[in-house]
C-alpha cells in the first residue's frame, strides 16, 4: 500500500510506491514509453515529460495510488526505498538514508551530526 510522503523535488505530499508497487509500474520502460510518444508524435522531449498521462507507467501509478502524476520524470522518484529516516525538527522524511541535512526544513540530522562529530573526535585522539 503506498503512503504519503512530502516529496522534496515536487514540494508535496505525494502517494510513495513500495517495491512491490515499483514492479507493477514497472518504471524501467518509462524512458521507452517515452520515446515512443515522441516518435508518434513529434513531441519535444519537455512535452514527452510533461502533461502525458497517457504513458503506462503514469496510468499504473494512478492505478494504485490514486492519485494523477502528470508529469513523467516525477515518478522515477516517487519510491519509499529512496527516503530516509524522519527529520527530527519537521517530521519529513530526508532525501536519502544518508543525508546529512533535511531538504524540506534545513535541519541537521541529529544522529548524522552525532556520529560524525564523534568519528572526528575519535579521529582527533588517533
Not at 24 to 50: C, D, F, H, M
Not at 76 to 96: E, F, N, S, V
Request: proline share 5%; glycine share 4%; hydrophobic share 35%.
Amino acid at each position: 500500500m503506498p503512503q504519503t510522503i512530502y516529496c522534496w523535488r515536487c514540494k508535496i505530499d505525494v502517494p510513495m510506491l513500495t517495491e512491490d508497487e515499483w514492479q507493477l509500474v514497472n518504471p524501467e520502460t518509462l524512458l521507452e514509453q517515452i520515446k515512443q510518444y515522441r516518435k508518434e508524435t513529434g513531441a519535444s522531449l519537455a512535452e514527452a515529460n510533461r502533461n502525458n498521462t497517457d504513458l503506462p507507467a503514469l496510468v499504473a501509478y494512478e492505478r494504485i495510488t490514486g492519485f494523477r502524476e502528470s508529469h513523467a520524470n516525477a515518478l522515477m522518484h516517487h519510491r519509499i526505498k529512496l527516503y530516509g529516516p524522519p527529520c527530527t525538527a519537521c517530521g519529513k522524511k530526508l532525501r536519502t538514508s544518508i543525508a546529512s541535512f533535511c531538504a524540506a526544513c534545513r535541519a541537521n540530522r541529529a544522529d548524522w551530526v552525532t556520529s560524525h562529530a564523534t568519528a572526528s573526535t575519535a579521529e582527533l585522539r588517533v
